[in-house]
């Protein structure tokens, strides 16, 4: 009698595997929790805080919506650093080399990355950001920065703070794949996102001014504001410089990975 033996099926890649695989790899990351904690607590905290603390003054030109939302600057550096994590983390652990075994092709792995730490990073601000100002606005009734959701603006700029500190967590998130250095990628992000554009507002040429509106961290400020002065990008147009410098640096981090071994 012939005996029947059962054939494994062949393993078989699809893009939803790929990134439940993301998805839990960055759930089950400590520092995940924390600095989307950070990102959430500063921002909330910080934001009643000034409001609580408020003096009116007929001298300053105050926007509502960055004055409750200011703490994002410490959830800007906190998300940055979860790009970081995401990406370079993985290569200092050395568990990038069972990703790259399990996804030869390597690219879908980035594209996953990317799409997960997008979507945790984007909605966890959005409502940190849409529960800050209300939160704010409770100390600020009969001031100067009272607003509300219905006032022209105020959820366009809510949104795009939230976008903008997304997106810079991209760019970053493409520069930890591209240089696979914790230590290196946090250089970079300081030096060149932050350094670098302080430094340059020290060159007296208009050009040179002119263009700087167009680094990430302005072009997220842009995101943000409820009103814009003169000079300042729109912010579509702020929008549309930060998703190139997203793309550009996906761009870097697809093309190394390729042709670096792991």
């Not at 050009?207 to 961290?217: A, C, E, G, K, S």
Request: aromatic share 6%; hydrophobic share 50%; with cysteine.
């Amino acid at each position: 009698m012939s005996t029947a033996t059962a054939v494994p099926a062949p393993y078989r890649l699809t893009s939803r595997g790929i990134l439940r695989s993301e998805w839990h790899k960055l759930w089950t990351l400590r520092s995940t929790w924390i600095m989307l904690g950070v990102a959430s607590v500063f921002t909330v905290v910080l934001g009643m805080i000034l409001a609580a603390t408020y003096t009116p003054s007929p001298e300053d030109e105050i926007d509502p919506v960055m004055n409750a939302l200011l703490g994002t600057q410490v959830g800007q550096v906190a998300i940055a650093v979860l790009g970081i994590l995401l990406t370079a983390g993985e290569y200092s652990t050395g568990m990038v080399r069972a990703t790259m075994t399990a996804v030869p092709r390597r690219l879908p792995v980035l594209w996953a990355k990317t799409t997960v730490f997008t979507t945790v990073a984007l909605l966890t601000l959005l409502v940190t950001n849409f529960v800050t100002f209300p939160l704010a606005e409770l100390f600020l009734g009969g001031t100067d920065l009272e607003a509300s959701f219905k006032d022209p603006g105020v959820v366009r700029a809510l949104a795009g703070s939230a976008a903008g500190t997304t997106l810079i967590g991209v760019i970053v998130l493409g520069l930890g794949s591209a240089l696979r250095s914790i230590p290196g990628t946090i250089g970079a992000y300081v030096g060149g996102l932050i350094l670098l554009p302080q430094l340059a507002t020290m060159i007296p040429n208009d050009t040179v001014q002119d263009l700087l509106n167009y680094f990430p961290l302005p072009a997220a400020e842009s995101l943000a504001a409820l009103h814009t002065t003169s000079g300042d990008l729109a912010p579509g147009t702020g929008l549309l410089a930060l998703c190139a410098w997203a793309v550009a640096s996906l761009a870097a981090a697809a093309i190394l990975l390729r042709r670096r071994d792991v």
